[in-house]
């Protein structure tokens, strides 16, 4: 049996509340794999994590330290000492701990929580991803012992962890590969984590799937870990936008209590939206509805710092991809949100910069996603049937192919998050609708013959 999730996104809650909660593995999809399991007992079982576990560039962790100092640009992934560590340790070719840690090292096991020796949760440095989510971290380390002891059967249970865009740096720094192993109860060794997997059983193929979008992987089509661990701009995006705008706004004063609250908790949101391209709507939209001349310009005051920090970023004032669509920027040169910009950004920067800022597809949606699954399948395996990627937050399941009778699928895993989704424009005016997913693959047998089963639940609370 194989089950697989992705995107679950466990952050430490400083840039708001959207973690998943334990009961919703224990009380939903436990009981459902264990059903499965008694029915037709496998021969073994394995739970794929297939990227985007961990969250570990949204955190205002990275603009402050614990006694409310500034936490230096420069020792940021994307300054010049995350710059370094990359260089340091792209083509380390084992996980071994070598020199003492950076400050963006340093920094990164602060927001991901170091296992405690005790395993106690009340070891573990407060306000970590680790000790935030500890009971549903704990699920997946007691996951093998849940199963068997749940379907009263003795098989071997493993549970397979690879990393994705925003838990890439677990897979350069070789202390924080081994917390994550200790975290998720995975063998200790010096190996780094593999970015795909193969299972021949159920012919799949699988990989977190931010390869193929430009935005997210620094080199689109190149696949190893070398690749794998380079800084990309969709880093820069979720923290020093996604992350830093609610955060500018919270330190900010004028805004009385209640209204800082309810823009913060409103910009917070972003973190769940999708797609990330029409986050400017998102926000447009958002002043729009608080319909306040204060509120307004308070977002101002936060949007035109946030940009000025953005431009400040040698990486981003630099970064180009040859794969990126330059018809976005067409579209977007007539968008109302432009009046939002200062006078001073405005005449500071060249039009294709701005845009290209401002308009950036951090995901780059199932469309980059299938032509990417299209041709990995035609040079994979003959006997591969199943293509199934992460990353986009939708779940989805589309025919790709018929190769010599073999029909191949793309799958996309989807997320456990919640997601913000854009409604319709017939009335040129989008809204939008927050909705409550889980989703999750599962191929097993019936009967001894193999299949595959694609569950997603939606909740809408009324």
Wanted: charged share 30%; hydrophobic share 35%.
């Amino acid at each position: 049996m194989l089950i697989i999730i992705s995107d679950l996104h466990f952050s430490d809650g400083s840039a708001g509340d959207h973690n998943v909660r334990a009961k919703a593995f224990t009380q939903v999809f436990l009981r459902d794999i264990i059903s499965v399991v008694k029915n037709d007992p496998p021969r073994k079982v394995t739970l794929l994590l297939l990227g985007d576990i961990f969250e570990l560039a949204r955190s205002t962790k990275w603009f402050e330290n614990p006694d409310g100092t500034s936490f230096e640009m420069e020792d940021r992934p994307w300054g010049a000492t995350g710059r370094a560590d990359v260089a340091k340790y792209e083509s380390l070719p084992k996980a071994t701990e070598s020199g003492r840690p950076s400050a963006t090292e340093i920094k990164l096991l602060e927001i991901l929580g170091r296992f405690p020796e005790s395993g106690q949760r009340g070891d573990v440095n407060k306000g970590s991803i680790l000790e935030v989510n500890w009971d549903a971290l704990e699920f997946f380390r007691a996951f093998p012992s849940l199963v068997t002891q749940g379907a009263d059967i003795d098989i071997p249970v493993e549970v397979v962890y690879i990393p994705g865009n925003h838990d890439r740096m677990a897979n350069l720094y070789p202390s924080l590969c081994r917390e994550v192993k200790r975290i998720l109860g995975l063998p200790c060794d010096d190996e780094w984590f593999d970015h795909e997997y193969h299972n021949e059983e159920f012919h799949v193929f699988a990989r977190h799937g931010h390869e193929h979008d430009p935005f997210n992987c620094s080199r689109v089509g190149s696949m190893n870990r070398t690749s794998h661990v380079q800084l990309c701009i969709g880093d820069i995006l979720a923290t020093e936008f996604a992350v830093r705008l609610p955060w500018e706004v919270k330190n900010q004063n004028g805004l009385n209590k209640n209204t800082k609250e309810r823009l913060v908790k409103q910009l917070e949101d972003l973190d769940n939206l999708r797609p990330l391209n029409s986050a400017m709507e998102w926000l447009y939209y958002k002043v729009r509805e608080e319909n306040t001349k204060v509120a307004q310009k308070s977002l101002d005051r936060a949007f035109d710092k946030v940009a000025k920090e953005i431009l400040s970023v040698e990486f981003f004032r630099t970064w180009e991809s040859p794969d990126t669509r330059l018809d976005d920027l067409a579209r977007a040169a007539t968008h109302p949100w432009l009046r939002w910009l200062s006078r001073e950004i405005l005449t500071k920067l060249d039009t294709g910069t701005l845009l290209g800022f401002f308009n950036s597809r951090s995901d780059f949606g199932d469309s980059g996603l299938e032509n990417g699954a299209f041709h990995e399948a035609r040079y994979s395996k003959p006997e591969v049937k199943y293509m199934v990627y992460g990353h986009t937050h939708e779940p989805m399941q589309k025919p790709l192919d018929v190769r010599n009778y073999r029909e191949v699928m793309y799958l996309n895993s989807g997320t456990w998050r919640n997601r913000i989704i854009q409604t319709s424009k017939f009335d040129r005016t989008p809204d939008y609708i927050s909705l409550k997913q889980m989703s999750y693959i599962l191929f097993s047998k019936d009967g001894g013959k193999p299949r595959m089963d694609m569950w997603m639940g939606t909740r809408k609370e009324i």
